[in-house]
C-alpha cells in the first residue's frame, strides 16, 4: 500500500487529448458533430424500428435497443468533455466521475451482450428458419434483452462499488476525456490490488463468454450456409449477417486495438485518442452500416423522410 497522505477528495481533473488552447475549438467542433451524428443516426434507425410494422421482428427489435443503447454509451462522457471545452474547466466531481463510470461500464457491457443475442438471432434464422418464429417469440426476445441489461448492470455496479472503497490523494489527474475504469482506479492512494483482480477476470469473462458466443453462432451459421446448393441461396443468407458481422468486427477490432496501444504505448494521451475509435467512432458507424446494407430500413427511412434518402 503506497504511504502518501490521502484523503476524500472532491473532484478529478480530466486532462483530455490536448492542453494546447488552440486546438480546444477544433476538438470541440469535432466532437460535437460526431456526438450529433450519432444521435441522430441512431434515432432514426428506432423510428424506422418501431414506426414501420415491416420491421417488427426480432433482428431490428435488438437493432433498436441497440441503437438506444449506443446513444446513451456516447451521451455518458461526450456531453461532459465538451462542457469542459465551452468552460474551460477540466474538473469533474467525485460523484459525477464515479456515475459516469458507472453508466460507461453498463451500456459498454450491454453493446457487447446485445451483439451476442442478435449473432444468435441470425444463427437461429439462418439455421432454424422453419421454426424462428416459434422460437425468437417477442417474449423470449424481451427477456433476452432484460438479461442483457440484468448482467451488464451486475457487472458496472460491482466495478463502482470497488472503485468507492479506494481512497484518492488531492489534485488527482487523469490523462482521459472521461473517467475511464483503470486510469482511475492506477490513479488511488491506496492498494489497488482486489479492484485489479476484478477488473481483469471480469474483463476476460465477459469477452471470452460472448465472444465464444459469437463463434459458436457464426461457425454454425457458416456450416449452414455451405450445405445450400444454390449461389444465390447462399448469398441471400449470408447477407443477412454482413451488417452484423462488420459492427462486430469494429467494436472487437477497436476495442483490442485500444487494449494493445495501452500495453504498448505508455503515452495516456494516445490510449485517450485510441479509445474514440470504440466509444464514438463505433457507435456513429453502426446505424450508416445497418442502413447502408439494409433495404428494408432503407425503405423505411425513404417512406418516412418523404423519399430525402
Known amino acids: 500500500m503506497k504511504s502518501r497522505n490521502s484523503t476524500q477528495i472532491s473532484e478529478f481533473i480530466l486532462l483530455g487529448f490536448s492542453e494546447d488552447p488552440e486546438l480546444q475549438p477544433l476538438i470541440f467542433g469535432l466532437f460535437l458533430s460526431m456526438y450529433l451524428v450519432t444521435v441522430l443516426g441512431n434515432l432514426l434507425i428506432i423510428l424506422a424500428s418501431i414506426s414501420d410494422s415491416n420491421l417488427h421482428t426480432p433482428m431490428y427489435f435488438f437493432l433498436s435497443n441497440l441503437s438506444f443503447v449506443d446513444i446513451c454509451f456516447t451521451s455518458t462522457t461526450i456531453p461532459k ?6 468552460t474551460q474547466s477540466k474538473a469533474i466531481t467525485y460523484a459525477g466521475c464515479i456515475t459516469q463510470m458507472y453508466f460507461f461500464i453498463h451500456f459498454a457491457g450491454l453493446d457487447i451482450f446485445l451483439l451476442t443475442v442478435m449473432a444468435y438471432d441470425r444463427y437461429v434464422a439462418i439455421c432454424h428458419p422453419l421454426h424462428y418464429t416459434v422460437i425468437m417469440d ?26 468507492l472503497r479506494l481512497s484518492f490523494c488531492t489534485n488527482v489527474e487523469i490523462p482521459h476525456f472521461f473517467c475511464e475504469l483503470n486510469q482511475v482506479v492506477h490513479r488511488a492512494c491506496s492498494d489497488t490490488f482486489l479492484n485489479d483482480i476484478v477488473i ?14 459469437i463463434l459458436y453462432s457464426y461457425s454454425k451459421i457458416v456450416s449452414s450456409i455451405r450445405a445450400i446448393s444454390s449461389a444465390q441461396g447462399k448469398y441471400k443468407a449470408f447477407s443477412t449477417c454482413v451488417s452484423h458481422l462488420s459492427v462486430v468486427s469494429l467494436f472487437y477490432g477497436t476495442s483490442l486495438g485500444v487494449y494493445l496501444s495501452s500495453a504498448v504505448t505508455p503515452n495516456s494521451y494516445s490510449t485517450a485518442t485510441a479509445s474514440v475509435m470504440y466509444t464514438v467512432v463505433t ?24 423519399g430525402q434518402l
Do not use: E
Open 81 to 86: 468533455m465538451l462542457v469542459n471545452i465551452q
Open 138 to 163: 417477442h417474449g423470449l426476445c424481451v427477456l433476452l434483452v432484460l438479461m442483457c441489461w440484468t448482467l451488464s448492470f451486475q457487472n458496472s455496479l460491482l466495478q463502482s462499488l470497488m472503485a
Open 200 to 213: 481483469y477476470f471480469s474483463s476476460l469473462l465477459l469477452a471470452f463468454c460472448t465472444f465464444t458466443g
Open 283 to 306: 457507435p456513429m458507424l453502426n446505424p450508416f452500416i445497418y442502413s447502408l446494407r439494409n433495404k428494408d430500413i432503407k425503405s423505411a427511412l425513404r417512406r418516412h423522410l418523404g
